[in-house]
């Protein structure tokens, strides 16, 4: 079902910023000679524009700052905790070891800020999108 507020062309730009992301993370482990996949930078570069265009967007659909956190919250924590706890489970049974605290740190999203290692290196673009979050908020509802 298209949603009449839905800019379908961002849903394309997205799309191929995941593809490119997918890519690149195909790429990581492979000989040299794969280099030209080497695209997810460009992917996450435009992950990042999108996210500036679409938090604006959606700035304009709440009424106030409390509403936008409670809706960003709810749509980020919570696949984001799971996310979290699927990758520890993972390490845990290919038999690394993950701290309790680093864990915990890790769920904030806040890890980077607090000299906590990323559970999985891919988190590490959520805290700034955090932050951007925060700061967009409070430009657009003073």
Known sequence: ?????????LDALRGIACILVVFFHFNVNQPAAWH???LGVGGVDLFFMISGF????????????????VARFSRLYPAYWVAVSITSALVL????????HDFLVNLTMLQGYF?????????WTLG???????????????
């Not at 079902?1 to 062309?9: D, F, G, Y």
């Not at 049974?93 to 309790?100: D, F, K, M, P, V």
């Not at 700034?128 to 003073?142: C, H, K, M, N, R």
């Open 128 to 142: 700034i999108e955090l932050l951007f979050l925060f700061f967009s908020d409070f430009a657009f509802y003073p």
């Open 93 to 100: 049974l290919n038999g690394g070891t993950i701290h309790l």
């Open 1 to 9: 079902m298209i949603h009449p507020n839905r800019l379908l062309e």
């Open 36 to 38: 030209w996949v080497n």
């Open 54 to 69: 679409v938090i604006f967007y959606s700035l304009e659909k709440n009424h106030n700052a409390v509403d936008f956190f």
């Open 115 to 123: 000299g906590v290692e990323d559970i999985d290196g891919a988190y």
